[in-house]
């Protein structure tokens, strides 16, 4: 996935706003939580994104993926793809879709139906 096409996939979230912080980051939320990230690689694209406790326990361990420089050592469960092989186009977009979806649920109900979520 190149940034342009990470950056349109999360755009068609319903709600979400992008940001660049953080050293030239597109940083992606929804009622103002984070829910992915792209470009904490020196450069070159990474992708960063929530996941559950499972996944975090599966991915890290995954070639091209490990746990989120920065967000991981504060004990939050975010993953960061970074190199090869990673994960498929498909595979990556379903993990920032539930990580929309984690931090969508954790919005106070009265955020949520102001945004229509």
């Given amino acids: 996935m190149t940034r342009d096409e990470f950056n349109t996939f999360c755009a068609s979230f319903r709600a979400s706003t992008h940001v660049v912080q953080w ?36 991915l890290s361990d995954m070639p091209g993926l490990r746990p989120a420089p920065y967000m991981a050592s504060r004990g939050l469960k975010w993953v960061q793809q970074y190199g090869s092989p990673g994960l498929s186009d498909p595979e990556l977009k379903q993990h920032i879709a539930a990580s929309y979806d984690m931090v969508v649920a954790k919005l106070k109900k009265k955020l949520r139906l102001d945004l229509g979520l």
């Fill in 23 to 58: 050293g030239n980051a597109d940083v992606w939320k929804v009622g103002g939580k984070v829910f992915a990230i792209c470009g904490w690689n020196d450069g070159a694209d990474a992708f960063t994104f929530k996941v559950s406790d499972l996944a975090f326990e599966i």
